[in-house]
């Protein structure tokens, strides 16, 4: 332990560790003056390409061509009955396309971004991207209905049509699309190099592990980086939407502030007996006309914990002032009756008979 007086260097490392903690609470990062990305002509040139692989693969996989053969060379194989020593490792490895521990993971850091930034955008982007995801591969899936290796009937056969989920390969998409946000989302060239090279290698490695742990066919694999690569390179046409959201989402987010006590100025109305007493003939009062009364009586309305600034055009909150009616002026000292003991005064109902009979008894 380290004295708390003394200049040691657990105290320095703990002055340096508080200060960067303050920082990071205090200072919010600025956002990147980095431009949205935009459908250039490279990148819709390789979207078309990609959509064209895509096209190619399904009609391939269709009328069972060469590439379903090799499926099932593959599958025979059986690779991970060759390199049994990696098979342990893979099955955890593979954990890195799952699409809910990769969304968790990659939403959390985005989330880190989004307030540090002080926008919405990361949190968008993943949103809509793996919305996109889901619905397309999703599709895909459902409509083909394709069976996997290992539940697969008939050697040679694509296994169409068979109530399977299997083509396109989910893990692969959503590698792609999950790690491949994180470049997408990069603020600098150097860093987005870097994670298009890691999201590359997650996307390359998930893949070929399935196909080892012979859950899908190489066709599937195949389907999966094209379907996860066009999510990716059309994610710009989606940002004017994600924009759009993001406009509503905080305007939302400020009528709900201005909600809360203490937050909004609410002109409070006046009552009935009030506006009689300022305007008895009910006839409509200029801003002016209020002001002047107002500094006269000498009495404003504090609405909200604080006085309203007073305004030339009678609205908003300036106009808002609750005029007291004045009371009636007190008397001088000199001018009031004296207080003192006053004879008792009888009741007028019984002025008019003699006190004898007022107490004569009952029957006489």
């Given amino acids: 332990m380290c004295a708390a007086t003394s200049h040691t260097r657990c105290n320095v490392d703990w002055v340096r560790t508080d200060r960067l903690l303050a920082r990071l609470e205090q200072e919010p990062e600025r956002p990147s003056n980095r431009e949205v990305p935009r459908m250039s002509r490279t990148r819709k040139l390789l979207f078309g390409s990609t959509s064209v692989l895509y096209a190619v693969i399904v009609v391939a996989v269709l009328i069972r061509a060469d590439l379903v053969r090799l499926d099932w060379q593959v599958m025979l194989f059986r690779p991970y009955k060759q390199w049994p020593q990696v098979h342990e490792f893979l099955d955890y490895f593979v954990v890195l396309g799952q699409r809910g521990p990769t969304a968790v993971l990659v939403a959390a850091w985005l989330g880190w971004r989004s307030w540090r930034q002080r926008t919405l955008r990361p949190l968008l982007v993943l949103g809509a991207a793996l919305l996109a995801l889901n619905v397309t591969v999703g599709a895909v899936k459902i409509g083909l209905g394709r069976l996997g290796p290992h539940y697969a009937t008939t050697v040679g056969s694509a296994e169409l049509f068979a109530d399977g989920d299997i083509f396109p390969s989910g893990h692969t998409a959503n590698a792609v699309v999950t790690w491949g946000i994180l470049a997408y989302l990069a603020t600098t060239p150097r ?64 009528r709900g502030r201005s909600t809360l006590p203490g937050r909004r100025l609410v002109p409070s109305p006046l009552s009935p007996v009030t506006r009689q007493a300022l305007v008895p003939s009910g006839r409509a009062v200029p801003a002016e006309e209020l002001a002047t009364q107002d500094e006269a009586h000498g009495e404003t309305a504090v609405i909200g914990g604080r006085a309203p600034a007073s305004t030339s055009s009678g609205t908003g909150i300036g106009a ?45």
């Fill in 191 to 254: 860093a987005r190099r870097v994670l298009s090279v890691v999201a590359a290698n997650f996307a390359l490695g998930v893949g070929a592990t399935t196909v080892y742990l012979g859950t899908h066919w190489v066709s599937d694999v195949l389907l999966g980086w094209a379907a996860g690569l066009l999510i990716l390179l059309g994610l710009p046409w989606a940002e004017p939407l994600i924009a759009l959201s993001e406009d509503r989402i905080q305007a939302w987010r400020d």
């Fill in 320 to 364: 808002a002032r609750l005029y007291h009616v004045p009371g009636r002026q007190h008397s001088l000292r000199a001018e009031r009756a004296p207080v003192g003991p006053q004879p008792p005064v009888r009741p007028y109902s019984d002025r008019s008979q003699p006190r004898a009979a007022r107490l004569r008894p009952r029957g006489q």
